[in-house]
């Protein structure tokens, strides 16, 4: 059904008061599930004329889209989107910022530690020396990559591990708001036999120092590049430092659709929100400014790769990797993050004069307020 956006946001008013255990009834359901797709297809038309706008648009396999160098294009995100995967592994249970955009918002000082001198691959606890014996039974992964949470905070653990599995010639890639980095440390990185590093600019505002470090990284690592939520602060200081971003020559720029867990949401509170095929909720915005910005990255010849790691991606990933692990056709870990909807979030678009559905039908027979019963 192409129900109208007034309907629709007549029946989320009220879903939205409901108890939290209170189950929907089917004819319900298919309301909620109208709606999302009114909204999804909305969106996905303002997507559609961005992408339509930017001349040298390219895609890796049709599983995702970016603009510029495509020889410098995450190994990282191949192995993510191509390859087996992307095997995260796990150390620090600390970071030294406190971010709106984080998923562990408002929880990072609850986080419990993987385990003094252990490291957490595929949800199992390993030391240092059984790395080996991981290496020698599984599988070789094509790549892997260093989460959870700064590991920065206690970055000389990092140097042995890594050399472990660039030995066994394993893409690998870490992840850090790089305030904490040193030249040292950079050069420590390298030696080991670090591939790439990520240097996540949202985090620090796209800090000078920040900045500098991409610059040191080029140095001492193979592949240097940014990746940070896309937002309006974000995109705003990425403009006002984008100079002295291009002059630190990063290989690389991924601009991650912000999507949205119980812990972050509530910051994002009043935004345009929608629903990715069920699965992620991202604010409008995000997807919009990527592409916004990757338009003028092709149009000013920027001398890198910029991508658009959307949710399109993420679901991309999931595919892939289901495929990889021989589960079921169609199988995939994409998915809500939320164990109940959060009808409430999605009133502020549905309000939104200036937001409107493709095509709207009146309600049929039974689905209309005051015509359900049970």
Known sequence: MKISKKDALLWFEFF????EDEELMVKQQEIVY????????????????????IKGLKTLENRTYFVGDESKFSNGCRSCLLGTGLSAIRKTNKCNLRCKFCYNYGELDDIPPVGEGMWEIGGTRFYEKDIDLLLS?????????????????EIEEYYPVIRKFNKANVHQHLYTNGLLATEESLKALGEAGLDEIRFNLAASGC?????????IAKKYIKSVGIESPMSPEFFESFLNKKQAILDAKPDFINLAELHLNENN?????????????????????????????????????????VHDCSNYTKFARGLNLGSKEGKWFGASNYGCEFSRIPYEVFLPILRDDSFEFLCEEELPDGYKPGEMFF
């Open 16 to 19: 939205s008061m409901l108890p």
């Open 34 to 53: 109208a709606t999302f797709a009114q909204i999804e297809a909305a969106v996905e038309h303002r997507i559609n004329k961005l992408m339509s706008e």
């Open 137 to 153: 039974i599984y599988p070789k992964p094509s790549g892997v990559s260093y989460v959870y949470l700064e590991p920065f905070m």
């Open 207 to 215: 800090s000078d120092k920040v900045i500098e470090n991409i610059g």
């Open 265 to 305: 949401i509530g910051n994002y509170f009043g935004e345009n929100m929608y629903i990715s095929r069920h699965g992620y909720i991202s604010p409008v915005w995000s997807r919009e400014l990527s592409l916004k910005l990757m338009k003028i990255a092709d149009e000013e010849k920027w001398d890198l790769a």
